[in-house]
């Protein structure tokens, strides 16, 4: 989620001990999130167990937001842009991965999301009128090329069916609607209300759409029980929903956005590392560059901005 926060030491000073517990806690919170997707998908549809995962979010996040003392009483107004966060950020968004993680690795997941920073940069041009850099564009232009270079292999190949095809769209669809959440986002900063109690209701509203979706197409709510799925809801709800959430936020104030934007850059080398381990994702040397040109990418963007 694209936060404005202020940044207390966004200097050069180094890091401290705080500082790399926090950054190491957001990449490997986010990193693993994606191998614990697929535990997700097996059995029950993606928008129930998406539902059930900011079930447990959004209380989470509601009683955090209390306990820090945030004042959680807006007016209509507001809560109609908390819903819009719901329906992009902590509903589609997710949803859609899940979708998608049916038919794809999952550490290809993890690299296909952290293109959001260059489909950011297209939508504030629409939405903000920022225009981008020369920098900021070639950026873009070397993460997209990165993405058709790890899919090359399947682009060139019998790999590449119907359904690698439509895993792939899904994907780039759920990339665009994070995005167009943090346009969401950036708005309801601008008017001066703060992150947490933002991103509490909005997981609440993201929990009621799902639920509503997933009642008009007639799906149970009914989980797997089974103890992989229930450590992999508890897993993405808590770690990768609350604290990953909470730790960016803090390292955002302590370390400025730029610096503490590289967790999104880090996050698909641990994913792909554990889908490597434990999906026998396989290597290949077009794989290999478009790693290399979308975290290259990813960085010059940090640097544009």
């Given at each position: 989620m694209s936060v404005a926060?202020?940044?207390?030491?966004?200097?050069?000073?180094?890091?401290?001990?705080?500082?790399?517990?926090?950054?190491?806690?957001?990449?490997?919170?986010?990193?693993?999130?994606?191998?614990?997707?697929?535990?997700q998908v097996a059995t029950v549809a993606p928008e129930v167990s998406v539902f059930w995962r900011f079930v447990l979010a959004s209380a989470v996040?509601?009683?955090?937001?209390?306990?820090?003392?945030?004042?959680?009483?807006?007016?209509v107004q507001d809560h109609f842009r908390f819903a819009g966060l719901g329906a992009f950020l902590f509903?589609?968004?997710?949803?859609?991965?899940?979708?998608?993680?049916?038919?794809?690795?999952?550490?290809?997941?993890a690299v296909i999301f952290s293109t959001a920073s260059i489909f950011n940069l297209f939508l504030g041009l629409i939405v903000f009128g920022q225009r981008p850099n020369p920098l900021a564009l070639l950026a873009g232009?070397?993460?997209?090329?990165?993405?058709?270079?790890?899919?090359?292999?399947?682009l060139v190949g019998a790999e590449f069916n119907t359904h690698a095809a439509i895993g792939l769209g899904i994907c780039v669809a759920g990339t665009?609607?994070?995005?167009?959440g943090n346009m969401v986002s950036a708005d309801t900063q601008r008017r001066g209300i703060g992150v947490v109690p933002a991103?509490?209701?909005?997981?609440?509203?993201?929990?009621?759409?799902?639920g509503l979706f997933s009642a008009i197409r007639g799906q149970s709510f009914a989980v797997e029980w089974s103890i992989s799925y229930f450590s992999g809801l508890v897993y993405l709800a808590i770690f990768a929903s609350v604290i990953a959430f909470a730790s960016y936020l803090t390292l955002l104030g302590r370390i400025g956005s730029a610096r503490a934007g590289y967790a999104t850059v880090?996050?698909?080398?641990?994913?792909?590392?554990l889908s490597t381990i434990f999906e026998g994702y396989q290597w290949t040397t077009a794989a290999a560059l478009g790693v290399v040109f979308v975290l290259g990418g990813n960085i010059l963007m940090l640097r544009a901005r």
């Open positions: 926060s202020p940044a207390i030491r966004n200097g050069s000073g180094g890091f401290s001990a705080m500082d790399y517990g926090l950054y190491a806690a957001t990449v490997l919170a986010w990193g693993f999130s994606w191998i614990a997707m697929k535990s996040m509601m009683a955090w937001a209390k306990f820090r003392g945030h004042n959680m009483s807006f007016p509903s589609t968004n997710f949803t859609l991965f899940y979708y998608g993680a049916m038919q794809i690795p999952s550490g290809l997941l232009t070397i993460g997209f090329a990165g993405i058709a270079l790890m899919f090359w292999p399947k665009l609607s994070f995005c167009v991103a509490a209701w909005g997981m609440f509203y993201g929990m009621m759409f799902l880090m996050f698909p080398v641990v994913a792909l590392t």
